[in-house]
């Protein structure tokens, strides 16, 4: 299983935008499905998109299409969540995780290896 940071949370009024980043110390995320997930205080942590390792596929939940974009830095070796029109709703902590397949849906269940989180938090 490999050790995944998260960066780039933080605090954000609503319309605003945030950018997340995945990075796997010593390790390339570029040949890898990554997903990214988001679990909210007394919720369920739920599929935010992910990115296919075969052909860079990208697939989104319902409530970020559109607004949030997932894409490879493959010079850094990470992979980055571009989060816009942020809305109160998408307060929560954000995960990425590897080791299982891209495919709708997003399911966390498959996924092996996980970060410890990032906080988003959206409010005015």
């Known amino acids: 299983q490999l050790q995944l940071v998260e960066s780039g949370g933080g605090l954000v009024q609503p319309g605003g935008s945030l950018n997340l980043s995945c990075a796997a110390p010593?390790?390339?995320?570029?040949?890898?499905?990554v997903g990214w997930f988001r679990q909210a205080p007394g919720k369920e942590r739920e599929g935010v998109s992910c990115?296919?390792?075969?052909?860079?596929?990208?697939y989104y939940g319902n409530g970020v299409k559109g607004r949030f974009t997932i894409s490879r830095d493959n010079a850094k070796g990470t992979v980055l969540l571009q989060m816009n029109s942020l809305e109160p709703g998408d307060t929560a902590v954000y995960f990425c995780?590897?080791?299982?397949?891209?495919?709708?849906?997003?399911?966390?269940?498959?996924?092996?290896?996980w970060g410890q989180g990032a906080q988003v938090t959206v409010t005015s």
């Open positions: 995780a590897t080791g299982g397949p891209c495919w709708p849906p997003i399911s966390s269940r498959e996924f092996t290896s």
């Open positions: 010593g390790f390339h995320l570029r040949y890898s499905a």
């Open positions: 990115i296919a390792a075969s052909d860079g596929t990208t």
